[in-house]
């Protein structure tokens, strides 16, 4: 059933179905984050690993033997933007290298670097994947190594 609501009332319509979308379970955070960590000590690279929900809250957070400091506060902003954004990390950092500084005044995104991966699954967002301590391309493998454990 679906709701339409106004200030004052709130009445159900019969027969229209509400509409449903997949959520990451720990399950999958502990698969995504297993695949990453795999990734990541198979290239030697010391990292940190964020996993976060599709509102981009933290859902995951490892910070390997020897990764950054620093890592463990970029990895979630990667993250976050990806998820709330919809899109790769990638992209905002290309916006802004092509010029639009401008977007460096965008509200809530922090993580605008390479390296925060959307999980998507039939055109929803269900979270993403933050990673950060090494070379961008090398910490959005990691992200991607990662969601590819669920087999979306």
């Known amino acids: 059933m679906q709701r339409l609501c106004s200030v004052l009332t709130c009445t159900r319509i019969e027969n229209s179905p509400m509409k449903t979308k997949p959520a990451l379970e720990l399950a999958d955070v502990k698969a995504i984050a297993a695949a990453a960590e795999a990734e990541a000590l198979k290239n030697h690279w010391a990292v940190s690993i964020a996993i976060v929900d599709d509102g981009g809250h933290l859902l995951w957070l490892q910070r390997l033997d020897g990764a950054p400091p620093i890592s463990s506060h970029i990895a979630p902003a990667k993250a976050n ?8 990390s990638k992209v905002y950092e290309d916006l802004i290298n092509g ?3 401008s977007f460096l005044s965008a509200p809530d995104l922090k993580g605008m670097l390479e390296g925060g991966v959307p999980i998507l699954k039939d055109g ?3 979270g993403a994947v933050g990673v950060s301590g090494v070379k961008s391309t090398e910490d959005a493998q990691i992200a991607r190594a990662g969601i590819a454990a669920l087999a979306l």
């Open 81 to 88: 933007t990806a998820a709330v954004g919809r899109r790769e």
């Open 99 to 101: 010029g639009r500084t």
């Open 124 to 126: 929803q967002c269900l």
